[in-house]
Nanobody, 123 residues
Framework: QVQLVESGGGSVQAGGSLRLSCAAS????????AGWFRQAPGEERALVST???????RYADSVKGRFTISQDNAKNTLYLQMNSLKPEDTAMYYC?????????????????WGQGTQVTVSS
């Protein structure tokens, strides 16, 4: 059984930083694509960042230059370092994973989802 468990969310002031982690069990991140989505109240889930098994990262325009995705295959853990946080980054953040080399833009492309971790940024 595959489980993705996020941690590291919380409340910070604008300009602050948080590091999200997502530990996987029953699945190895190096099998395919992994990433992060977020969903703010009243909005659809939106792609934040993805990383392929080869380490190629992609970011939404809204987070480029502020967020960094990485993965530690030895620990089977995915990370999202978030710097210079803004109030508009407030959302529930979900880690995702899918076997295969392709990283989908759509949420429907991801087989496995974590339960989510809340990030709240105050101005």
């Amino acid at each position: 059984q595959v489980q993705l468990v996020e941690s590291g969310g919380g409340s910070v002031q604008a300009g602050g930083s948080l590091r999200l982690s997502c530990a996987a069990s029953g699945y190895a991140y190096n099998r395919g694509c992994a990433g992060w989505f977020r969903q703010a109240p009243g909005e659809e889930r939106a792609l934040v960042s993805t990383i392929t098994s080869y380490g190629i990262a992609r970011y939404a325009d809204s987070v480029k230059g502020r967020f960094t995705i990485s993965q530690d295959n030895a620990k089977n853990t995915l990370y999202l370092q978030m710097n210079s946080l803004k109030p508009e980054d407030t959302a529930m953040y979900y880690c995702v994973a899918a076997p295969g080399a392709y990283c989908y833009i759509s949420a429907s492309g991801y087989t496995y989802w974590g339960q989510g971790t809340q990030v709240t940024v105050s101005s």
